[in-house]
């Protein structure tokens, strides 16, 4: 299983910025996906799940009306949209697998290696 | 919102037994996981569903839970175990998966 994260940066506030993360040793099609990042010095924060076939997509409070998850099951690519960025949402955002399969068990199998994204003027 | 509460650090010397623990009302009712995640590197399932380990996690690593606290238990401390700990639940009242804060575990 491998997971790749690309697309972070700097970006200015209220700027947008796309995550992608490229799967790969594994079945795509048939698993959860999610979105957890993680501030400088600071713990884990889940962010956003996508099901296996994109639908039900859920988000934190923190991000609700502002980033979108989604996926392509033809190119095993995990995407989030970001838009309208904030200083707190600076952080290394990771792609993490869900354990489940088609359904969702919450927990993290598999993660990447993450992106940093900096939001500062 | 449920919150999960970890001491920000422990320390053990090589050998011994570290525990690390995850305070959450009535966590004992919950299926309780926990992450390593060593310095510059991704997190790591190393316990699942409380008590369960992922293929190629040592039988070292273990988990208990109950009442309002769940356990990290490391058996025969090695140096390679110095990491953060991360706990984490599925809050069944907002919908949403919660981590602890994270565990800095010092190998003497």
Request: hydrophobic letters at 30%; aromatic letters at 10%.
């Amino acid at each position: 299983v491998q997971l790749v994260e690309s697309g972070g940066g700097v970006v200015q506030p209220g700027r947008s910025l796309r995550l992608s993360c490229a799967a790969s040793g594994f079945t795509f099609l048939n698993y959860g996906m999610h979105w957890v990042r993680q501030a400088p010095g600071k713990g884990l924060e889940w962010v956003a799940l996508t099901w296996y076939d994109g639908s039900n997509p859920y988000y934190s409070d923190s991000v609700k009306g502002r980033f979108t998850i989604s996926r392509d099951n033809s190119k095993n690519t995990l995407y989030l949209q970001m838009n309208s960025l904030r200083a707190e949402d600076s952080a290394v955002y990771f792609c993490a697998r869900d354990s489940g399969g088609y359904n969702i068990h919450y927990n993290f199998d598999h993660w990447g290696q993450g992106t940093l994204v900096t939001v500062s003027s | 919102s449920y919150v999960l509460t970890q001491p920000p650090s422990v320390s053990v010397a090589p050998g011994q037994t570290a525990r690390i623990t995850c305070g959450g009302n009535d966590i004992g009712n919950n299926n309780v996981h926990w992450y390593q995640q060593k310095p510059g590197q991704a997190p790591v399932l190393v316990v699942y569903d409380v008590n369960d380990r992922p293929s190629g996690i040592p039988e070292r690593f273990s988990g208990s839970s109950s009442g309002n606290t769940a356990t990290l238990t490391i058996s025969r401390v090695e140096g390679g175990d110095e990491a953060d700990y991360s706990c984490q639940v599925f809050d069944g009242n907002s919908d949403l998966p919660i981590f602890g804060g994270g565990t800095k575990l010092t190998v003497l």
